[in-house]
Nanobody
Framework: QVQLVESGGGLVQAGASLKLQCAAS????????MGWFRQAPGKEREFVAA????????NYINSVRGRFTISRDNAKNTVYLQMNSLKPEDTAVYYC?????????????????????WGQGTQVTISS
């Protein structure tokens, strides 16, 4: 079973950067597609970024494309979300997720029910 622990959130001003980390344990991390989601108060959890098992293919929600970058370090069993030029509307709890079944090497996944394991979340707050 995979366990995920996010860190790196915080309170920053608009325009600043944050780098979120998600440390995975319990499974060979390099074999799994990963994703980042976020949930703002009163809203549904939404897709932010995803990376294929291969690490070659990535995808982003339009509102963060060009500002956020998903990456992974298989040796450290960690996936990252570099967030630049942060905006107040990026304020949310950010979650990382892992898909553990029925995936292909270069596929990425964007729906919450595509993923089997979730972290506890890390709060990101952007002040204007």
């Amino acid at each position: 079973q995979v366990q995920l622990v996010e860190s790196g959130g915080g309170l920053v001003q608009a325009g600043a950067s944050l780098k979120l980390q998600c440390a995975a344990s319990g499974r060979t991390f390099s074999n799994l597609p990963m994703g980042w989601f976020r949930q703002a108060p009163g809203k549904e959890r939404e897709f932010v970024a995803a990376m294929s098992m291969s690490g070659v293919v990535t995808n982003y929600i339009n509102s963060v494309r060009g500002r956020f970058t998903i990456s992974r370090d298989n040796a450290k069993n960690t996936v990252y979300l570099q967030m630049n030029s942060l905006k107040p509307e990026d304020t949310a709890v950010y979650y990382c997720a892992v898909r553990d079944t029925d995936f292909t090497r270069h596929s990425y996944y964007t729906r919450t029910n595509d993923y089997d394991y979730w972290g506890q979340g890390t709060q990101v707050t952007i002040s204007s």
